[in-house]
């Protein structure tokens, strides 16, 4: 008990100033109430002079009323001190809620404290990175935003340029007549279709290959001479000339670096590098039977990785004829040289000679490896074995850009082949192209 009464005491001497005053004051009064009661009592006026016979009853009537008013009062106070009880223990309650919250607050700076200090020291580093990659933008993109003002404005004039030039053109192009130019095209296509056909002709007669790379204007000269001077000047001219200005140094290289272009050609490139080379220094004897052996090589290799012929068949004459003719070298074009390739190599290069006799082609490869030919190195003949390489290599590079393809081309061609010489068989003619068998 005595120890409540001082835990008692303890909570009212922790209690405010402004509450314990406002209680004091609550007490006070109703103890000034109580007292007034009680002088009331004492001092109430007498009715009479003569002491009249006090009766217990009423005196116990008026006090009761009195001692209810106390007990409530009592009440009242002591509902007010419990109140204040509750009071205190919310306070310490909060006070200490307060407390635990301010000793999470310092352990959470303990922990972050060393994070912002870490975070204010890397701040500290990547300021002046990120200040001179802010810099280095700037000094990349300003002469690049420059240049690209400068090229708008010049874009800009451009387009006004180019106005003014539609409406220039638009305007020649109204006064053209169509119809008339056309006829002119036509006719020029005409007598460039003319000049090739004739061209043609006179260069298989004057015993030269001819090739793609000819311009037009020589074709025309050569025409002119062989009609205005005759077929051996015009031979002295054509050899001259091709040797010196068509098929020059510069030419003949860039003939030269297509080949090296070709995979396929890879593992034939050191020789015919050898021959480019020996041509450019007069080594005739040499790149001549080269050349030829390369020429026949490439095709017989052709021949077989198209599928012409099984593996396994010794490929001659006809096998050579019948796959240039069916399918290497089978344009009609009246632009093309396919069929004046074709017969220059089967007429001159693949001639047959007799023993003892006059060889008859410049460029017999039978006759030349075969030693009958001691005449042939020259730069003509040189020049005539690079371009048919050339021309064939240009034909097999085409083929082998699809080579599924061309192989069911070169099947379809053998077929339509089969199906005419059943044909001629049955109607009792004579097959075409029949070849006396010589040596080689």
């Known amino acids: 008990m005595e120890e409540n009464e001082k835990l008692k005491e303890r909570k009212e001497s922790t209690e405010p100033i402004e509450k314990i005053e406002i209680k004091e004051t609550e007490k006070t009064e109703m103890l000034e109430e109580v007292n007034q009661e009680r002088t009331e009592i004492h001092t109430e006026p007498l009715e009479g002079t003569s002491i009249s016979k006090v009766e217990p009853q009423s005196s116990l009537d008026g006090a ?9 009062a009592q009440e009242k106070l002591n509902k007010s001190i419990e109140v204040m009880n509750k009071s205190n223990t919310a306070q310490n309650q909060l006070a200490e809620t307060m407390r635990q919250i301010a ?3 310092e352990r959470v700076a303990q922990v972050f404290s060393p994070i912002a200090q870490q975070m ?35 874009l800009s004039s451009v387009f006004n340029s180019v106005g003014a030039i539609g409406q220039r053109m638009l305007e020649t192009l109204n006064s053209f007549n169509f119809q008339e130019r056309l006829l002119d095209l036509r006719e020029l296509a005409k007598r460039a279709e003319e000049t090739t056909l004739n061209f043609k002709t006179i260069v298989i007669e004057l015993g030269f290959p001819p090739h793609d790379f000819i311009p037009i204007y020589s074709m025309r000269r050569v025409i002119q001479l062989y009609e205005e001077k005759g077929i051996e000047y015009t031979r002295r001219f054509l050899e001259r000339y091709m040797c010196m200005f068509v098929y020059d140094k ?30 450019f220094n007069g080594y005739y004897m040499l790149t001549v039977p080269t050349i030829l052996g390369q020429i026949e090589g490439v095709l017989v290799e052709g021949i077989l990785k198209l599928e012409a012929v099984d593996p396994d068949v010794k490929i001659k004459y006809e096998h050579q004829k019948n796959f240039l003719g069916q399918f290497l070298l089978g344009s009609k074009s009246s632009f093309s040289f396919d069929e004046q ?4 190599y089967l007429k001159t290069v693949l001639a047959n000679f007799d023993r003892g ?17 001691v005449n042939y190195g020259t730069k003509i003949n040189s020049l005539k074995g690079i371009l048919v390489f050339d021309y064939l290599f240009d034909k097999l590079n085409e083929a082998y850009k699809d080579i599924e393809k061309s192989k069911l081309e070169v099947k379809r061609q053998k077929e339509i082949a089969q199906s005419k010489k059943r044909a001629r068989n049955a109607s009792g003619k004579k097959p075409k192209g029949h070849r006396k068998t010589g040596n080689g």
């Open 64 to 72: 009761l009323p009195r001692m209810q008013l106390m007990i409530l």
């Open 341 to 344: 390739i074709e017969e220059f």
């Open 357 to 373: 006799k006059e060889v008859g082609s410049d460029l017999s490869r039978h006759a030349i490896l075969h030693g009958e030919d």
């Open 103 to 105: 000793a999470a607050g």
């Open 120 to 154: 204010a020291t890397q701040m500290q580093v990547i300021s002046p990175i990120v200040q001179q990659i802010t810099t280095q933008v700037q000094q990349t993109i300003s002469p690049i935003a420059q240049q690209m003002a400068i090229q708008i404005q010049t």
């Open 250 to 279: 510069e030419t003949l290289i860039e003939i030269h670096d297509s080949w090296q272009q070709a995979e396929w050609l890879e593992k034939r490139l050191p020789i015919i590098d050898t021959v480019i080379e020996g041509h």
